[in-house]
Structures are given as structure tokens and as C-alpha cells.
């Protein structure tokens, strides 16, 4: 799994919560930070898909509910991000209709 913490079974038990504690300080701050950046390039590079694959992965309730490390602020980001994907998708999918409209009809 993706930062799964892979530790000796037959440490000490405050030595298995202080690595717990810090796998939890690492998974706060950095999947968020990683996802973002993810979320930006995608949108640099117009890369929809993969923007819509990251958020449904991010938002998957039955598995990791990763999205629950995000902060508020953070969060809108993300969505705003996503609703970025999402217009540039219509728009593009309503340019394709309209193209085949004044394809047929020239001919």
C-alpha cells in the first residue's frame, strides 16, 4: 500500500505508537501535499482524466478515505481543480458537437 508503515511486529508497544503517531503526521502532510500537486499538473497538461481518476481515488469511502487528510482549504483547492477539469471537458465535448454539426452540414 502507499505509505504503509511496515514495521517489526515484536517492538515494544510505545515504540509501535510513537512510529503510528509519526506515520499518521507523514500521511497528513504529504498525501495532501502530493495529490495537489498531482491535481495541478494534471490541470497544466489538461490531463482531465487522470484529474477524475485522482478524485475518485482520493474520495473512495470504502478503502482509505484518504480525502479525510485534507484540510478545508485544501480541499477547495481540489475542487476547484477538479471543477477546472470538469468545464474544460464540456467545453471540449461541446466543440465536438458542434464541428460535427458544420461537418454535415457541408456535405
Known sequence: ??????TNVHQTLPDNENRQIE????RHKY???LACNLFRIFDLIKHEQ??????IFLSDSRKQQLY?????????????LTEHAAERCLDR???SQTGDITVNLFL
Do not use: H, Y
Open 50 to 55: 487522470e484529474t477524475f481518476r485522482l478524485i
Open 1 to 6: 500500500g502507499w505509505l504503509v508503515d511496515i
Open 23 to 26: 506515520m499518521s503526521i507523514v
Open 68 to 80: 479525510k487528510l485534507f484540510s478545508k482549504e485544501t480541499l477547495n483547492s481540489v475542487l476547484l
Open 93 to 95: 465535448q461541446q466543440q
Open 31 to 33: 498525501i495532501p501535499m
